[in-house]
Nanobody, 129 residues
């Protein structure tokens, strides 16, 4: 069982930066691939970024490549999303999610919501123009 709690959201002007954090409970955090998804009003939940259980592989949706960076600290049971050059279209509720990663390949890190077993409650990010 993994419990996830996000923090770090807020209101920022276009071009600004935010760093989201996700704190995970459990002694087996290092077994899990960790991802960030987002959901804008009236839209479905969208994959943003994923990092594998060891931290050596990452993947991003094209719209955030070069602007967002996902990272993790297994010693602290934390995963982060550094968001730079924010745009109004990045406005959404951002969710942290976890799925078992040990034994999976880099091509199977998980980019779809049904592939994830555990979710946080979300943190709101609003980017003003």
């Amino acid at each position: 069982q993994v419990q996830l709690v996000e923090s770090g959201g807020g209101l920022v002007q276009a071009g600004g930066s935010l760093r989201l954090s996700c704190a995970a409970s459990g002694r087996t955090f290092s077994w899990y691939n960790m991802a960030w998804f987002r959901q804008a009003p009236g839209k479905g939940r969208e994959f943003v970024a994923v990092i594998n259980w060891g931290g050596g592989s990452t993947n991003y949706v094209d719209s955030v490549k070069g602007r967002f960076t996902i990272s993790r600290d297994n010693a602290k049971n934390m995963v982060y999303l550094q968001m730079n050059s924010l745009k109004p279209e990045d406005t959404a509720v951002y969710y942290c999610a976890a799925r078992i990663g040990v034994g999976r390949t880099a091509q199977d890190m998980g980019v779809k919501p049904p592939e994830y077993d555990y979710w946080g409650q979300g943190t709101q990010v609003t980017v003003s123009s």
